[in-house]
């Protein structure tokens, strides 16, 4: 079973709708869900992805510098990507994670438009859970 907040789904699905014609690729990290309000009914360990790092970033700057400034892909344990006119399916053009979301027109995040796969490209089973991570402020 993957778990995933449901306001990362929409999220991700608005990133998509933006881009559309084009396709996003952007990684996604978890969080427990003991650390998430409203997860109650999981397990405290359970990973449930609830973050996402905004799609090319510090590209311009590492082409002049080169330095990347983008997120690492170790930092990240998913992967999402957009596929504006494809099937809701891993296709050879997608970088692979262990855990691969996919959505399709009309990014609407529902069972027909958004999807969890595995590295293979095998669906896995997929909880969209209405939680969210703790409120954070910075402090300087």
Not at 19 to 38: C, H, N, Q, Y
Not at 49 to 72: E, I, K, M, Q, R
Not at 117 to 138: H, K, M, N, Y
């Amino acid at each position: 079973m993957v778990y995933i907040t449901r306001a990362l789904v929409e999220v991700l699905c608005d990133l998509a709708s933006d881009a559309d014609p084009d396709r996003v690729t952007t990684g996604v990290s978890i969080t427990p869900a003991g650390e998430l309000e409203g997860a109650e009914a999981l397990p405290p360990e359970t990973p449930v992805f609830t973050d996402f790092y905004l799609p090319n970033a510090g590209h311009s700057v590492n082409a002049v510098f080169g330095v990347d400034l983008s997120t690492p892909a170790r930092s990240a344990e998913g992967l999402f990507v957009s596929h504006p006119v494809r099937e809701l399916e891993v296709t050879k053009r997608d970088d692979l994670a262990q855990v691969i979301f996919v959505a399709v027109p009309p990014w609407e995040g529902d069972e027909d438009s958004f999807a969890a796969f595995d590295r293979t490209g095998d669906r896995r089973q997929l909880e969209i859970v209405d939680a969210a991570p703790p409120e954070q402020s910075l402090s300087g």
